[in-house]
């Protein structure tokens, strides 16, 4: 079968013989209008019940949740997130456990969220572990120092990371009444069963090993014959201790199963000698998350009713080359992920203060740079002599801004902090440059073909990419850390793909699609990625 390599009839004509196209774009819209109110009014109505504030303690940027017209002292929970993640990403336990009355702050643990602080050794080490323990020190402190909070009923919730630096800070300090770690991994733990006191551990059922069986070697440090989904020890004593494995979810959607917010309740109402909750009253743990993710849907579906508004159907260029041979469409993307595996492990870590970031953009940047100078040298660049006009330039800034705005706005209400701070700031440049270089080489492999031949090739350049990323961290080119965010970055390049084939279709030049896959790509690594 041959690919196409022509542009087709412009969308809605038919040729003879041929049934009319269904208009998908008026469907899309209309999708995306739905997708956006509901969106809008679950992020709007997240609240309902709560109040919330903000403040910056010490460094420490943290918020508190507690429910609106309570009386009397609250029992307290400080809230540590993990690697690359903040306190945005741990606001479903707020909207769970302040519902069911406790007083909740979440924490953005240094180089992490709205934290300018470095973290040293990307989370990792003793300076690491003192910093971390520093941040919640300052948390709890100010968590107990609030009138309407109890200071001596105080617990901790973690995750990843941070359910490493709960169970260390609990440990140490018998103050603490209760702790839940969440996916914490291998760690030592102390084998009496009062350090930390009444301690549940969870895990996902579809996390690497090495997590649940940290969760189990944990409760059998205390208990050697424990088995998962069994609570031994007494609450009353302090001495409680449970493993649970929660069926279904891995390192991230643990966070929103019901499950895990169950336990959670269950856990810490026993170890602060309150009544049991009554089956699932006050569990919301995907609400915002969820109406965050209809409105990242809602700017996909739009974009290409945005993109014709802003630039039509531009006219076909002066020159346009021949199309790469499909073998060196598909062959040259392979040959540049396998120059970026060694210039990937090359590159200085500390190239930007950016842990992983910057690893990750000159993997990007270099796939693009090879493929580019592989078409120069092959003498079939691809891509179109089209010249920049005005209102051209004027449009790419508009829809790299709208791409900023619909990554940035739904994930700060609803999932990640997504607003550039610090070093952040200046790192945004080289890694959004990197991202951009590497979708223009996609669009020069794609230059010439048809819509579904380009889709394919974009398609297996990125897919391409990824698994090179994965690759990278079995050869230990990469952190392990990769392999966690990668269900991110694949989000973001499917994104990106749906994006690329809607400025394909109004025959927008090749850069102004690079420059907008940039900032789609870049930000969301400037802004996530830990400050080290």
Do not use: K
């Not at 956006?36 to 997240?46: K, M, Q, R, S, Y």
């Not at 690359?84 to 009355?101: N, W």
């Not at 700017?299 to 002066?318: C, D, E, K, Q, T």
């Amino acid at each position: 079968m041959e690919l196409d390599n022509q542009t087709g009839p412009p969308p809605g004509t038919t040729g003879p013989g041929r049934p009319a196209r269904v208009p998908l774009r008026p469907i899309a819209l209309v999708l995306a209008l739905i997708a956006a109110a509901t969106g809008i009014l679950g992020l709007a109505t997240a609240d309902d019940g709560l109040e919330r504030r903000s403040a910056v303690v010490a460094g420490v940027p943290v918020e508190v949740a507690r429910p609106a017209r309570t009386t009397g002292r609250l029992p307290g929970i400080v809230v540590a997130h993990g690697l690359g993640a903040s306190r945005q990403l741990m606001r479903g336990f707020a909207d769970t456990l302040a519902r069911r009355g406790y007083a909740v702050e979440l924490v953005d643990l240094a180089g992490h969220g709205a934290s300018t602080e470095r973290l040293p050794g990307t989370g990792e080490g003793p300076a690491a572990d003192a910093r971390l323990d520093h941040d919640l020190d300052v948390a709890v402190g100010h968590l107990r120092a609030l009138p309407w909070v109890d200071g001596g009923r105080i617990g901790l919730l973690g995750h990843s990371m941070g359910a490493a630096a709960v169970l260390r800070y609990a440990a140490a300090h018998a103050d603490v009444r209760a702790t839940v770690a969440i996916s914490q991994g291998a760690m030592a733990v102390p084998g009496s069963a009062s350090r930390p006191r009444d301690l549940l551990l969870l895990a996902g059922g579809l996390e690497f090993p090495g997590y649940r069986d940290g969760a189990v070697a944990a409760l059998r440090a205390a208990y050697p014959q424990g088995r998962a989904g069994v609570t031994y020890g007494d609450p009353r004593a302090g001495t409680a201790r449970r493993a649970v494995l929660v069926g279904g979810v891995e390192h991230v959607s643990i966070l929103f199963a019901p499950q895990t917010h169950r336990e959670v309740v269950s856990w810490l109402d026993a170890g602060f000698g309150r009544p049991a909750a009554r089956g699932g009253v006050g569990l919301r743990p995907v609400r915002r998350v969820a109406s965050a993710m209809l409105l990242h849907l809602a700017a996909v579906l739009s974009f290409g009713a945005i993109a014709s508004a802003l630039l039509g159907r531009m006219p076909p260029p002066g020159r346009e080359r021949r199309p790469v041979p499909l073998p060196v469409a598909l062959g040259v993307p392979a040959l540049a992920v396998a120059v970026a595996l060694p210039a990937m492990a090359a590159l200085p870590r500390n190239l930007l203060p950016l842990a992983v970031a910057g690893p990750l953009a000159g993997f990007f940047g270099v796939i693009g740079a090879a493929i580019l100078l592989g078409l120069r040298l092959a003498g079939r660049s691809g891509g179109r002599r089209d010249g920049t006009r005005p209102a051209t330039a004027a449009a790419a800034v508009i829809l790299a801004a709208w791409t900023v705005l619909s990554f940035a706005v739904p994930a700060q209400l609803g999932w990640a902090h997504a607003v550039p701070v610090g070093p952040r700031v200046w790192a945004l440049i080289p890694v959004t440059a990197c991202a951009a270089l590497f979708f223009g080489g996609v669009e020069a492999l794609c230059a010439g073909y048809g819509r579904r031949a380009a889709t394919m090739i974009h398609a297996w350049t990125t897919a391409g990419a990824l698994a090179g990323l994965c690759l990278a961290v079995f050869l230990g080119a990469a952190p392990p850390f990769v392999l966690l965010v990668a269900p991110l970055l694949a989000a973001l390049l499917v994104w990106q793909g749906v994006q690329a084939a809607a400025l394909r279709a109004v025959r927008a030049p090749a850069w102004v699609t690079a420059v907008v896959g940039g900032v789609l790509l870049g930000w969301p690594l400037a802004v996530t990625m830990p400050i080290g």
